[in-house]
Nanobody, 123 residues
Framework: QVQLVESGGGLVQAGGSLRISCAAS????????MGWFRQAPGKEREFVAA????????SVVDSLKGRFTVSRDNAKNTGYLQMSSLKPEDTAIYYC????????????????RGQGTQVTVSS
């Protein structure tokens, strides 16, 4: 059974940093590109970042470049989203997703998804 489990979310003050993780099981993690998405209250889910199978290629949505970075450790079957200089508008549920073939911004192209972790940024 494939599982993607996010962790590391929580409450942080504006300007702070947080690293969230996505632990994968039931699949060969290095065979999957990973994507990160978020959904703020009352808004649609949006693309945040993606990382290729090897980690050699990464992509972060333009509006978050310079504050968010994506990485992975295939030996640990875990992906990471490092967030810094957090703002209240970053408050959302953050999700990870995996795709064996697709590498991009469209969430519906990812085969597996986690349940999400809540990130709340206070002003």
């Amino acid at each position: 059974q494939v599982q993607l489990v996010e962790s590391g979310g929580g409450l942080v003050q504006a300007g702070g940093s947080l690293r969230i993780s996505c632990a994968a099981s039931g699949l060969t993690f290095s065979d999957y590109h990973m994507g990160w998405f978020r959904q703020a209250p009352g808004k649609e889910r949006e693309f945040v970042a993606a990382i290729s199978k090897s980690g050699g290629s990464t992509s972060v949505v333009d509006s978050l470049k310079g504050r968010f970075t994506v990485s992975r450790d295939n030996a640990k079957n875990t992906g990471y989203l490092q967030m810094s200089s957090l703002k209240p508008e970053d408050t959302a549920i953050y999700y990870c997703a995996g795709a064996k073939i697709y590498y991009g911004t469209a969430e519906n192209m990812y085969v597996y998804r986690g349940q999400g972790t809540q990130v709340t940024v206070s002003s």
